[in-house]
């Protein structure tokens, strides 16, 4: 853990934040809560905050929960950046609003300490998994969603626990190195954003890897799945970053 009093940034992602899981959205929730502005300058959440949205009026208890604990942290003036993942994809204007989070698209180009860095959710990197990939393809037609978001919230809810369970079947089915990022994909999207620092979630292989592109020295930064402990990214402003780890309470 990075302990100075140097302005940070964090980067979070794969949280699968779900009422079944309570002491992971505990964890949450304390961290996110106790998030000073005198050392934080903004937060990155890189896709899969929920285990499942099926749209801003699924209002559950717990849902509200959630939003008050992130809307606690941009209340006090730390800008919160979100990004959907292939779990969250249907996060709308009411949540961004309710939150007081700011949408980023997949991907995104920001500054980070006078570094260009590409942040991504990290699916799309996953180049051999074709069958997710035509899959994602048609759950994220802007018209198709539209039609399911116009459904009662009861057929939408049994519409998603099939799909949670044909994905659950899809994973069982393909082998680990088939759903992680092919280096190719990598290198090219890199290259095409100009960057030499890439971080992303989704594939929950925590890690930071260097490699040389194009004869320098760059990094692609994995962010950990908040499975059965909490992982945050924590970038100062002296360029360092560090993957740090959060346990239940």
Known sequence: MIMNSLKKTLFISDLHLDENNPEIAYMFELWIKNTSP???????????????????????PFHDR????????????????LMHGNRDFLLGNAFLQ????????????????????LVMHGDTLCTRDVGYLKARKWLRNTFLQRLFLLLPLNIRKKIAARMRKASQQHTRSVPM??????????????????????????????????????????SRIVLGAWHHQGSILVCDETGTCELMELTKV
Not at 70 to 80: C, H
């Open 38 to 60: 005198s050392t934080t300058e903004a937060i990155y959440i890189l896709g899969d905050l929920f285990e499942a949205w099926i749209g801003d009026d699924d209002l559950t």
């Open 66 to 81: 959630m939003i008050k604990a992130i809307r606690s942290v941009t209340d006090k003036g730390i800008p919160v950046y």
């Open 98 to 117: 309710q939150t007081g989070c700011r949408l980023l698209r997949d991907p995104s180009n920001i500054q980070l300490y006078q570094q260009s860095v």
């Open 177 to 218: 190195e088939m759903m992680d990022v092919t280096q190719q994909e990598v290198a090219r999207m890199m290259k095409e954003h100009h960057v030499s620092l890439l971080i992303h979630g989704h594939t929950h292989h925590q890690g930071i890897h260097r490699f040389q592109l194009d004869d320098h020295t760059v």
